[in-house]
């Protein structure tokens, strides 16, 4: 009973945060915030969920601040990592880096799960949209979700003037990708 109530709440929450977010009534309160921070609180965030896990973190050296809402920031990685603990194996490690680009820095969470099948790679951020795995063998039927997770990330990025994509790994799993300026608009 527990874990359903809990489960629901969640699901509730999602509903409430995509509603807000699409209609505007969330504002983006940007702060200039190391990115490696809010990597971390996220990180700490899933501890219990990472099951032994490891998760590399590489962030290129002296990566300038951000102006982000830090607080929904973290949000997108929580949820970026939960995705991608569902769909990868449970002895698998994950991956997540932030590298500067020209105008904006580049942030990736990564997998080697079975990636996201051919087609399915823009239509998986969308509310209610769930991705079967490729081939099905890693996704962790246990913890369905309501495919909110995604469309709530891009609302966030796109929110913070950002885009947000996914791309299959060479030798297997996916790599999620966002960017987010680094100037405010």
């Not at 009534?25 to 990115?35: E, T």
């Not at 063998?137 to 966030?156: F, K, M, N, T, V």
């Not at 996914?166 to 405010?184: H, S």
């Amino acid at each position: 009973i527990h874990a359903e109530a809990s489960r629901l709440n969640h699901l509730v929450g999602n509903l409430l945060d995509i509603a807000r977010l699409e209609s505007g009534a969330i504002q983006v309160a940007r702060q200039w915030q190391p990115i490696e921070e809010v990597i971390g609180s996220a990180l700490r965030q899933v501890d219990s969920s990472l099951a032994g896990r490891r998760v590399a973190v590489n962030v290129t050296p002296n990566l300038p601040m951000v102006p982000i809402d830090a607080t929904l920031m973290e949000q997108v990685f929580i949820n970026l990592i939960e995705n991608a603990l569902k769909y990868s194996p449970p002895t698998g490690s994950l991956h997540v880096a932030a590298l500067k680009g020209e105008d904006s820095i580049l942030v990736e969470v990564s997998d080697r799960g079975p990636g996201i099948p051919a087609g399915e790679e823009k239509k998986i951020f969308d509310p209610f949209s769930r991705a079967t795995a490729a081939s099905g063998e890693h996704a962790d039927q246990r913890s369905g979700g309501a495919g909110l997770g995604l469309a709530i990330c891009r609302a966030i990025v796109e929110a913070h003037g950002g885009a947000i994509w996914v791309e299959n790994r060479p030798r297997g799993g996916a790599v999620f990708r966002f960017t987010l300026p680094l100037q405010k608009s």
